[in-house]
Structures are given as C-alpha cells and as structure tokens.
C-alpha cells in the first residue's frame, strides 16, 4: 500500500514557474514508476509526465515538452514536477501516481493521491 499526498500547487501569473512535490509513505517507493496527470474543469484527465523507478527514464506529454521535468529522490520517497513557463491552459488539478512501469495509461497506476490545484492567470 501507498499513500500519496501533492503540495506546492497555487496561483501563479503565465509565464511564472511552480514546483509540484508528491511524498509517499512506505519503504518501497523505489519499486515504483511515478506519474503526473492533471484534470481541468469539465475535461478528462490527461497524462503530464513519468518517470522510471530510479530516475533513469523520462516521459513527457507532448503539450508540456521543454517546460516541464519530472524528478524523484527515493531517499526521500518524493517525486517532483518542475513546471516553467505555465500558461493558462495549464490550470488544472495535478495528481500524483505510482505504479508498475512509467507509462502516459492511467490505467495502469494503482495509486493516486488527492490532487493539487494549479492555477495559471492570464
């Protein structure tokens, strides 16, 4: 079992930066990939970026390509997502993910934390 629990969401103004921390509880946070996906008002969830069990292997979403980078720490059982040059269509809520393999299918992530709310003005 996993718990995951998102910080370091906000208001920020477009072009301005937030980093988003993912702390997970257990000793075995380094047997998982770890994900971001984010869900705006009235959309589906989408998938934002992964990373491999130890840190080695990296995938973006097309949309937050050369903005965004993902990052963990496994002795500190926390994963990151740098996220520069928001843009308002970047609003939405941040969720954190950890599963078997670094992968943009929610599906595939057997635990999510409660999410964190970004929000970028114009």
């Known amino acids: 079992q996993v718990q995951l629990v998102e910080s370091g969401g906000g208001l920020v103004q477009a072009g301005g930066s937030l980093r988003l921390s993912c702390a997970a509880s257990?000793?075995?946070?380094?047997?998982?990939?770890m994900g971001w996906f984010r869900q705006a008002p009235g959309k589906e969830r989408e998938f934002v970026s992964a990373i491999g069990k130890y840190g080695d292997t990296t995938y973006n979403a097309d949309s937050v390509k050369g903005r965004f980078t993902i990052s963990r720490d496994n002795a500190k059982n926390t994963v990151y997502l740098q996220m520069n040059s928001l843009k308002p269509e970047d609003t939405a809520v941040y969720y954190c993910a950890a599963g078997p393999r670094n992968t943009g299918t929610a599906g595939v992530y057997d635990y999510w934390g409660q999410g964190t709310q970004v929000t970028v003005s114009s």
């Open positions: 257990g000793r075995t946070f380094s047997s998982y990939a």
